[in-house]
C-alpha cells in the first residue's frame, strides 16, 4: 500500500525558516518523480515543487522560486521542501504527492495519484 | 504559464442529474496532459482523470473527460450523494503545473 507521510510543519514567525519531510513507502520510491502542492485555508490548490526521479530535473512555481528548495533522498525514501524567508501568503497545508508512473526524466510527464494528508504551515508573527 | 479557468465556480444539482464543468486554458496543454480531482473536506484530492480523457483506477464510469487543446470538460453522467466535491482541473505538460481555482458541486 502507498503511503506519504508528511511532517515538519508548525507555526512560524514571517522570514524565518522550516524544514518539511514526506517519508514514503509501499512502492519504489526512486523510480518516480515527486512533488509538493499546498492548500492556504478556504482555497484551492497550488503546485509549489517537483523534481525527478534522479533529481535531474526541478521546478518551482513563481511565487516560491528563489525562496524553497526541493530535495530527495533515494537511500531514505524521502522528500523534503526547504522553505527560507517565510511569508503570511505561505501559510497553508502543504502536500506530498507522487507521479502516476515512473521514469519521468522532468516534472511534467504524469498527473499526481497518490498524496499524503498534508502538514500545516502557519506563518505568523 | 499556463493559466486554468474552471466555470462555473458552482453548480447545484440534485442526484441523480448530471454535471457538466468546464476547464479553459491560456494556451494550448501540451499532448492533453490534463487531470482532474476531486476533494472532499478535510481529504486530500483524489485523481479521477488523466490525459484529458483516461478513468484513473478505481474510477467509476458516470465520471468522464474529454477535451483537447484549450477546452477540456469533466462530466459526471448521474450524480451519486458522494459526488458532491470540489473539483479541480490540472495541466501537467509544462512546467510551473497549475491548477483550476476550483468547481464546487452542490447539493440543489
Known amino acids: 500500500e502507498v503511503q506519504l507521510v508528511e511532517s515538519g510543519g508548525g507555526l512560524v514567525q514571517p522570514g524565518r525558516s522550516l524544514r518539511l519531510s514526506c517519508a514514503a513507502s509501499?512502492?519504489?520510491?526512486?523510480?518516480?518523480?515527486m512533488h509538493w502542492v499546498r492548500q492556504a485555508p478556504g482555497k484551492g490548490l497550488e503546485w509549489v515543487s517537483g523534481?525527478?526521479?534522479?533529481?535531474?530535473?526541478?521546478g518551482y512555481a513563481d511565487s516560491v522560486k528563489g525562496r524553497f528548495t526541493i530535495s530527495r533522498d533515494n537511500a531514505k525514501n524521502s522528500l523534503y521542501l526547504q522553505m527560507n524567508s517565510l511569508r503570511a501568503e505561505d501559510t497553508a497545508l502543504y502536500y506530498c504527492a507522487k507521479d502516476m508512473d515512473y521514469g519521468c526524466s522532468s516534472t511534467s510527464c504524469y498527473p499526481l495519484d497518490y498524496w499524503g494528508q498534508g502538514t500545516l504551515v502557519t506563518v505568523s508573527s | 504559464e499556463i493559466v486554468l479557468t474552471q466555470s462555473p465556480a458552482t453548480l447545484s444539482l440534485s442526484p441523480g442529474e448530471r454535471a457538466t464543468l468546464s476547464c479553459g486554458a491560456s494556451?494550448?496543454?501540451?499532448?492533453?496532459?490534463l487531470a482532474w480531482y476531486q476533494q472532499k473536506p478535510g481529504l486530500a484530492p483524489r485523481l479521477l482523470i488523466y490525459?484529458?480523457?483516461s478513468r484513473a483506477t478505481g474510477i467509476p464510469d458516470r465520471f468522464s473527460g474529454s477535451g483537447s487543446g484549450t477546452d477540456f470538460t469533466l462530466t459526471i453522467s448521474r450524480l451519486e450523494p458522494e459526488d458532491f466535491a470540489v473539483y479541480y482541473c490540472?495541466?501537467?505538460?509544462?512546467?510551473?503545473?497549475?491548477f483550476g481555482q476550483g468547481t464546487k458541486v452542490e447539493i440543489k
Open positions: 490525459d484529458a480523457s
Open positions: 509501499g512502492f519504489t520510491f526512486d523510480d518516480y518523480a
Open positions: 490540472q495541466q501537467y505538460g509544462s512546467s510551473p503545473r497549475t
Open positions: 494556451q494550448s496543454v501540451s499532448s492533453s496532459y
Open positions: 523534481i525527478s526521479w534522479n533529481s535531474g530535473s526541478i
